[in-house]
């Protein structure tokens, strides 16, 4: 087992720079190559990991010796073709963003490839501390899950590198690019799988008079999302892309038969506006059908995680897990199956939502 943890990373836009601070933040570990084809983010990279060796393709980051693992950070439409290239030359543990893919035939792609090393699709949203607690909590707090409720109300896509996150064939679509993350906490608060999905959604404000490279952003800014599951819970995704003024931009809810638990969690903190003092901290609400009277406790998170990147905090802790796994020494938590469920679910979604039909999903 090695000393010291050497990653490559592969794709170190804003998602990208936000694992190498994050890396940087583990005891023995360290970047030591990447790669980059945009110049300006390259330069950031550099600047984040001066000691990384800057590659400029994926082979040549593969010969690099002292390597023991991966993160793929690249837009959403490459994932698949790069773990089939990855697999072919130097299978090495692998932190595979989100979206595992982006379409039905990457999908079936994806069957083919026989990837020799550990994959963990990275869903941040698990490891944030406020929902990792309702986690934890959700059975004492409700006697068993029956309705689910995720609200995100949030700022509009970012800009990305080639703006590849406004259109729908390289990012997959919303329901797919951004949502992929609750459709897994879904399953994973539930331990169920979903049967059916309706949805309907729309490009109601963001982006409309843009044009790229003589396109239209197609992307969608608003959606509701109804998901029913094999255990007779059913779930509901609440997104808007346009309200960015909200104080806590994901709130979650689960109701049994005991009672309700509930996660508030805020956006960035570099994006709250500083004349109204400090961000607020994330909560969790515990609220008992008897004795009546919620329980609310803050969970706040080290301002050093916060300031690492966008997620809370749950790139750090994502990143510590993955660290045993390259070590030897713990399991894979978030599957290739989980990353693919997560994506079906979204596919189902945008079906769902373009045709006005609900979709029946596979039994598993």
């Known amino acids: 087992m090695p000393e010291i943890v050497n990653y490559g990373i592969i794709g170190c836009g804003m998602m990208g720079q936000e694992h190498m601070r994050n890396i940087a933040l583990l005891p023995d570990a360290r970047v030591v190559a990447v790669v980059e084809p945009d110049s ?79 994959i963990w699709v990275a869903m941040e949203y698990r490891y944030m501390p406020p929902i990792q607690a309702l986690i934890e909590q959700v059975d004492a707090a409700t006697g068993g899950p029956v309705m689910l409720t995720i609200r995100e109300h949030r700022y509009p896509f970012l800009q990305k590198v080639g703006d590849w996150n406004r259109f ?11 949502c992929c993350h609750f459709f897994d906490l879904m399953r994973l608060i539930l331990r169920a799988e979903p049967v059916r999905v309706m949805a309907s959604a729309s490009q109601a404000v963001n982006h409309r008079d843009e044009v790229i490279d003589g396109r239209r952003p197609d992307i969608w800014d608003n959606g509701y999302v109804i998901v029913d599951f094999d255990n007779g819970a059913r779930a509901m995704l609440e997104l808007c892309m346009f309200a960015e003024g909200a104080r806590f ?18 956006g960035p903190g570099r994006f709250w506006p500083t004349h109204l003092g400090a961000p607020p901290v994330a909560q969790v609400i515990i609220s008992p ?9 803050e969970v706040p998170v080290d301002p050093t995680l916060l300031d690492a990147g966008d997620h809370n905090g749950s790139t750090f802790y994502q990143h510590s897990r993955f660290r045993e796994v390259v070590l030897g020494r713990g399991p894979v938590e978030v599957s290739l199956q989980d990353g693919a469920i997560a994506v079906e679910m979204g596919l189902a979604a945008q079906d769902s939502a373009l045709t006005g039909q609900a979709v029946t999903l596979p039994r598993r």
């Open 289 to 297: 059908r008897s004795p009546r009277g919620p329980q609310a406790i």
């Open 168 to 178: 729908n064939d390289r990012s997959g679509g919303t329901l797919v690019e951004k």
């Open 40 to 118: 300006q983010q390259a330069a950031l990279a550099r600047a984040l990991a001066p000691q990384a060796q800057l590659c400029p393709d994926i082979d040549a980051l593969l010969a690099v010796a002292p390597l023991d693992c991966l993160v793929v950070a690249s837009p959403n439409n490459l994932h698949v073709d790069q773990i089939a290239q990855i697999a072919a030359r130097r299978a090495l543990p692998m932190l595979m963003e989100k979206p595992l893919f982006t379409a039905p035939d990457q999908a079936r792609s994806l069957l083919q490839i026989d990837y020799s090393a550990p």
């Open 249 to 266: 931009q994901e709130e979650i809810s689960v109701v049994g038969p005991k009672g309700k638990i509930e996660a508030h969690v805020p």
